[in-house]
């Protein structure tokens, strides 16, 4: 595996792309950050203290979030009148993949007696003994299937670019 592809990818990123990378990562940030409490905030709280590895683990995150976001920026404005291409089947899968760490990140980062599913699943005491330690599994599990549909993603934009379509009216 060389990220060689994915590194000259990367580097022909234009200006929209860089912006659609950033905006992306500060709402992962957010939508990650912000319901866990790993962000203080006033609207949502948390009985057990947020762990030391939740913040560089919600920062990555939101790094990789935002970068495979921005693969999926048109490097140019797309003409008026012009519609969007459908994604093909693996850039699907990547997105898929993506929306899945993302997931799996905001359970690897929450409270673990504050998730509903976790509760209704394992109850108070389980939730603490049982799915409190399987959190940073769950954060590495995250991180690395981002980085996993990020790379993918970058290598593959040269073998399958998207068309941009213009205008012949």
Not at 14 to 33: D, F, N, P
Not at 68 to 81: F, N
Request: with cysteine; charged share 10%.
């Amino acid at each position: 595996m060389t990220s060689a592809p994915a590194l000259r990818a990367v580097r022909k990123w234009t200006m929209r792309q860089w912006l659609g990378a950033a905006v992306g990562a500060v709402a992962v940030a957010l939508l990650v950050g912000l319901p866990t409490d790993v962000i203080p905030n006033p609207v949502f709280g948390r009985p057990i203290s947020v762990t030391w590895w939740s913040y560089p683990v919600l920062a990555v995150t939101a790094l990789l979030g935002g970068l495979l976001i921005g693969t999926y920026v048109q490097p140019h404005r797309l003409e008026t009148g012009s519609a969007d291409q459908p994604l093909d089947a693996g850039a699907e899968r990547q997105a898929k993949t993506g929306g899945a760490a993302g997931l799996l990140s905001f359970f690897a980062v929450g409270c673990p007696v504050c998730n509903k599913i976790v509760l209704l699943a394992v109850g108070t005491t389980g939730a603490q003994q049982w799915f409190e330690p399987l959190q940073p599994v769950l954060a590495v599990l995250s991180v690395g299937l981002l980085a996993y549909a990020l790379w993918s993603r970058l290598s593959s934009v040269d073998s399958c670019p998207v068309p941009v379509r213009s205008s012949t009216h």
